[in-house]
């Protein structure tokens, strides 16, 4: 294989394996940028690789970030040629065809971290330390991380990371989302490959559009200013969402009976994303829930800006009937309902129509089935900023307009509210108290939930506090 300045490039059946080495702090400079954007143009015309690994050379760093004696001199066209080394390469890296991991086995710091950033995946050893610190210097983080981190992390986080100059180890990396998965010492990299040995097993075209469709959505709509809102639907009457393919990561697991098992954290780790960045989104985002709304199906719509239930609405998360716990957010927003229903709804996997949804807070509004081509037609109008005909309202170039029709759709009634009596009732029922000193009645309602005994006695835990 051709040689690139500072990568160590090994194959392994279908992974290719890059070694940043340039010791003691495997830091980048011009050679090292522009041999890894040749790199990636060499993998991505080599049909036989599907995934990379990038790690560091060593025990200590996965790479400093820039070399910084390039700007001791402070020359103004050093600093701008290597902003333009620095975007490219990464740029490349983010459009690798396949899949991109990151072994981050230490210190990964400035254009370090922005290399992370810029892969897919990023699984980190227990001792890694993160940091964006350019501004510490006088520099930006001009390779991609003022525009990946907060779509990782949340603008909250990347200010005090980019601005206050924050480090994160690896374990707070892990809680807010920087990376995916922590390791132990010297086993990042081995469970980089085994991930990416899972990339091998999925269709390469698949993968391939899959990825552009993710990043398309996340980048090109967002920037787009021809773009003021995202509709999401399902395709059909029947239902929205029902959830993730369960039976086929129950035969992943059967036939991979090894922890952690790398389809599963492939899977979680795409879905809780998806679902982090729906509730994270910049621009208004209408989740139609005609029909089944279920497991992962609600945890698409949570996280909406605007949410929909119509007549045929039935909303649950049924997990526990098959010994899981209620995911992809369920402890955020089961926790916010009224009344202790998200206990009770985690508990019974029981359905919720329409107007328990409005009860729940699962739902900001009803609309009758026709009435999405009304919603399209809308978002459309706001989008060429005029009045359309049959909108029946004007709109402006912002979310306005979309809080009007969304309103508009409602049936003019306030939200419904449960009896007083009930919600007391509830709340005395399913508060902490009442399962400390009424132990008898708890376990009796627990046993007559259709899920896993295990999983119905740690969710009172869960979700009472």
């Keep these: 294989m051709q040689s690139y300045a500072h990568l160590n490039v090994e194959k392994r059946g279908h992974t290719a394996v890059v070694t940043i080495d340039n010791p003691p702090a495997n830091t980048w400079n011009r050679a090292s940028l522009t041999a890894l954007k040749q790199l990636v143009a060499d993998l991505n015309a080599d049909r036989d690789i599907y995934a990379l690994v990038i790690t560091g050379q060593g025990e200590k760093f996965f790479s400093a970030g820039a070399d910084l004696n390039l700007f001791a001199d402070g020359d103004k066209k050093v600093a701008t040629e290597m902003t333009m080394l620095f975007g490219e390469a990464f740029e490349a890296l983010s459009a690798f065809r396949g899949v991109s991991i990151a072994s981050i086995n230490g210190y990964a710091m400035g254009g370090g971290l922005e290399c992370a950033l810029a892969c897919d995946i990023r699984i980190a050893e227990e001792q890694a330390q993160m940091a964006l610190p350019e501004a510490g210097v006088g520099l930006l983080p001009c390779a991609g991380g003022t525009q990946n981190l907060p779509w990782l992390v949340g603008e909250g986080w990347a200010k005090r990371m980019i601005l206050c100059g924050e480090r994160v180890n690896a374990a707070t990396a892990e809680r807010i989302g920087l990376v995916e998965q922590v390791v132990a010492k010297g086993e990042a990299l081995e469970t980089a490959i085994k991930l990416a040995e899972g990339v091998a097993k999925q269709s390469p075209s698949s993968v391939g559009v899959c990825k552009q469709l993710v990043q398309a959505a996340r980048t090109q709509w967002e920037r787009d200013e021809g773009i003021v809102a995202v509709v999401l639907r399902g395709a059909g009457e029947r239902a929205f969402c029902a959830g993730g393919d369960v039976r086929s990561l129950r035969d992943k697991l059967i036939s991979e009976p090894h922890y952690p098992n790398p389809h599963a954290v492939a899977f979680f780790t795409e879905e809780y994303t998806l679902d982090y960045r729906i509730h994270r989104y910049p621009k208004p985002l209408i989740v139609w829930g005609g029909g089944i709304v279920m497991g992962g199906g609600l945890g698409l719509m949570a996280g909406a800006s605007h949410r929909v239930a119509t007549p045929a609405t039935r909303i649950a998360m049924p997990e526990i009937t098959i010994g899981l716990y ?16 998200g206990l009770f709804l985690a508990l019974t996997g029981a359905p919720l129509n329409a107007h328990d949804a409005l009860i729940a807070n699962l739902a900001d509004g009803r609309g009758r089935g026709q009435a999405i081509a009304v919603v399209r037609r809308r978002v459309q109008a706001a989008g060429a900023g005029r009045p359309h005909p049959a909108a029946g309202l004007e709109f402006d170039q912002g979310a306005r307009g979309l809080h009007q029709t969304i309103r508009h759709l409602r049936s003019g009634r306030r939200h419904p509210r449960l009896p007083g009596k009930a919600r007391a009732e509830l ?15 708890t376990a009796k309602a627990a046993s007559r939930a259709p899920g896993s005994t295990a999983a119905v006695r740690r969710l009172p835990a869960v979700f009472c506090g």
């Design 326 to 341: 209620p995911d992809v957010g369920g402890s955020w927003f089961l926790q916010r309902m009224p009344a202790h229903l």
């Design 427 to 441: 709340e005395e029922r399913l508060s902490s108290k009442h399962m400390a000193t009424n132990p008898t009645k």
